[in-house]
């Protein structure tokens, strides 16, 4: 759907048509809130080590830190022919759960279960499979087992040396064996128990109080020495070069490292891999920690992804000859983190948090033109200090989304002087321009290269960000007054009650119109034609292209100018109230009822926000870390130029491009055609618009790799609105090469 009125591409200075007032009454607000179309959850980059409750031959159980048990199944899973006590090898599907004195055991494909119960004078130790090992009053351990009439057997251990005190019980890739971890005349023995008949071996024996030790039905592998595990009696274990690599598992003959307790900055820890046969390494899986460790079907589950968005739970698993296959099985959810700042502006949702753990970013999620989110959390500034806060209803951070994939926000230093910054081109830029050392200021507005500063001395900035990564500029300072930024235009009261005068920031001309406020604005906004005038307990838009005039609501909370409507909220009731002003006939409804709860300070741009170039609007949920996305419902305006950087090159190339700026008021998909004097194309270059501007660069290069000649050349933009409303735009001009 395209708007019915025109919209003006003059320039500030020219010719505007004056058309008579029209006088509304704010309809009464809709009952019904709308429903969002996305919400997005802003996340740590700290990736989460997690550990298994249960890892078997048809699924496992994870707890990423402190947070509930998730099972997963493995999809290829296939039941065993038999399954029960008889059966130990089925016991690798078998979970556990004791209360009391009685296990019981269920095997996970099949279905089947059994019960064991513990006798008196027996305290439970560990369980595996189908087996469960206690120890009664003396000291002696016994393996029990449920037996098919329903009684359970006791199986005592045998072998265990006389006098030796266990510490510690660890299972491992079996439900053959247990290993159980002793002491004995200041000495560390690690050995394992035959769950099937109850015979103990000592196999390695250590001055390590806690030695690392994993193991399957092949191996032992305990204070880096290693033994098979069908090894004759009286066989030395092997010793192992040490790393500073944890054991973590042992699948088949095959020992998996990981965990290093040092790692070179700028560097992963991996996963590795050590044949117990050969002795040859390999890696297994690259920027691997935590969560690593092996199942019961002598297999190993690891944790392994570059970041938080990509931290996923891989099997371990032999192949045919004896190698190892990894598979994702499981996706890890990435922590929420909570959201203190948010801003929406050409299509792009930015959330400001502590997401790189204690430093503060801005991450990014694309939206689609109707709203709904379409891409993954995203860096989109480098790493930030924490900004000092204002008291009052106002966002902390002060910010600006500034429509052209930056955002700008108030810095204060540890002095309290204060500085504009400007991020979003990159994630390791940040650009800022000092503010003379001014204090308990505001940003005022702002699009694409200036950003408005209100300053606590009085005084107000019009700060310059261009097109490059240079500083900031303060190009205006003035007496503070209401004000609004929008495109290369300032707007300010003028010397009349109701008039407001707009200043081209480039040439300086000037403008005035009439808006039929009935004083001197303290609030003025502009977005593409539209301008809003608030004094208090009245408030008004005045739209440029057909001169009229407006009426809306001014009876509760600071409001936030957007593309034919008006956000507010109302903090009493916690609605967040649009008004529909695009027709010339203002109608109000409850778009959102927001939580009664804050979870940040301020309304715009601390507890929701809205695109000024594009209609969406985004507010905090409740849920922590969470943003929702609901669309306005208003048609946008037509795609026009708000401002624009074009120049020539005096030298081009691929690490120093020609890149203009075309900033436009909406997202848009671009063509920009260059053509020589005689009006041959030598280049042709497409791509869609960074939030709302245009952002080409051309290399000096034709379609065919050649350098193109120096001298004059014809540029042509062509840009289709990405949300299909409204005409496309054509831009012209030239520009000289060299």
């Not at 098919?148 to 660890?170: I, K, N, Q, S």
């Amino acid at each position: 759907m395209s708007r019915s009125r025109r919209l003006v591409h003059a320039a500030v200075g020219g010719v505007v048509a004056l058309s008579c007032t029209v006088l509304t009454t704010p309809a009464q607000a809709a009952p019904e809130p709308e429903a969002p179309v996305g919400t997005v959850r802003l996340v740590t980059e700290k990736r989460v080590t997690v550990d298994y409750p249960w890892a078997g031959a048809s699924g496992f159980q994870y707890r990423p830190g402190t947070t509930t048990v998730t099972t997963v199944d493995h999809p290829d899973t296939v039941p065993p022919a038999h399954a029960g006590p008889d059966d130990l090898a089925s016991g690798a599907d078998v979970m556990s759960t004791r209360a009391g004195q009685t296990v019981t055991q269920r095997h996970r494909s099949t279905g089947v279960t059994a019960t064991v119960t513990i006798p008196s004078g027996q305290a439970y130790r560990a369980a595996v499979g189908w087996s469960v090992l206690t120890m009664d009053g003396t000291g002696a351990l016994h393996v029990l087992r449920a037996t098919a009439g329903g009684t359970t057997a006791d199986t005592p251990v045998t072998g265990f040396p006389t006098g030796a005190r266990p510490v510690h019980y660890r299972t491992g890739g079996s439900v053959a064996h247990l290993a159980i971890v002793s002491a004995l005349d200041g000495k560390t023995s690690v050995g394992l128990v035959d769950l099937s008949d109850g015979a103990f071996r000592t196999y390695v024996t250590t001055a390590e109080a806690t030695p690392q030790l994993a193991f399957n039905d092949r191996w032992l592998v305990a204070d880096w020495k290693a033994i098979r595990v069908d090894a004759g009696p009286g066989t030395e274990p092997t010793a192992l070069t040490r790393t500073d690599a944890q054991l973590e598992a042992v699948v088949g003959d095959q020992l998996l490292l990981g965990n290093p307790m040092f790692v070179l900055g700028g560097t992963e820890a991996a996963l590795t891999a050590r044949s117990l046969v050969t002795g040859a390494s390999s890696t297994v899986l690259t920027s691997s920690f935590g969560g690593i460790g092996p199942t019961l079907d002598g297999g190993a589950l690891a944790t392994a992804g570059p970041s938080s968005l990509d931290w996923d739970i891989h099997r371990i698993t032999l192949t045919d000859s004896g190698g190892l296959t990894t598979t994702k099985v499981a996706r890890v959810p990435a922590a929420s983190t909570g959201v203190q700042g948010l801003a929406v502006a050409g299509g792009e949702l930015f959330l400001y948090g502590a997401t790189p753990g204690a430093s503060l970013r801005y991450n990014g999620f694309q939206l689609a033109s109707d709203g709904r989110p379409t891409g993954r959390q995203t860096r989109r500034s480098p790493a930030l200090t924490a900004p000092t806060c204002l008291s009052g209803d106002a966002a902390c951070p002060q910010l600006e989304a500034l429509g052209d994939g930056r955002v700008g926000q108030l810095w204060t230093d540890g002095t309290g002087q204060e500085s504009v910054l400007n991020v979003g081109l990159d994630t390791t830029t940040t650009l800022s321009e000092a503010t003379d050392g001014d204090s308990g200021g505001r940003i005022g507005g702002g699009t694409g290269r200036y950003v408005l500063y209100n300053g606590g001395s009085g005084k107000q900035r019009i700060v310059d960000f261009p097109r490059g990564a240079t500083g900031g500029e303060t190009t205006l300072t003035r007496d503070r007054t209401a004000a609004a930024v929008w495109g290369q235009t300032l707007w300010t009261p003028g010397s009349t009650q109701g008039e407001v005068t707009g200043r081209n920031l480039k040439t300086g001309t000037t403008t005035t119109l009439a808006t039929g406020a009935p004083c001197t604005p303290t609030d003025i906004q502009a977005v593409n034609t539209w301008l809003y005038w608030s004094c208090g307990s009245s408030a008004g838009v005045y739209d440029r292209a057909t001169g009229r005039k407006v009426t809306v609501p001014a009876d509760t909370g600071p409001a936030r100018l957007a593309d034919g409507f008006l956000l507010r909220e109302n903090r009493t009731t916690h609605d967040l109230l649009l008004t529909d002003f695009h027709t010339g006939t203002a109608t109000t409804r409850t778009l959102v009822k927001l939580p009664a709860t804050d979870q940040n300070t301020g309304g715009s741009n601390g507890r929701w926000a809205v695109d000024r170039f594009g209609g969406h609007i985004a507010y905090l949920n409740g849920t922590y870390g969470e943003v929702s996305i609901v669309p306005s419902g208003v048609p946008t305006s037509p795609l026009a130029q708000t401002e624009a950087q074009v120049y020539s090159p005096t030298v081009i190339g691929r690490s120093f491009p020609w890149s203009p700026v075309w900033q436009l008021n909406k997202p848009s998909t671009w063509t920009l055609t260059l053509t020589t004097a005689s009006g041959t194309t030598v280049r042709t270059l497409t791509g869609t618009s960074t939030g709302a501007a245009v952002r080409p660069a051309w290399d000096g290069t034709t379609g065919t790799g050649a350098g193109a000649p120096s001298g004059a050349y014809t540029w042509k933009l062509s840009a289709h609105p990405r949300d299909d409303q409204g005409p496309d735009l054509t831009l012209s001009g030239t520009m000289n090469l060299g």
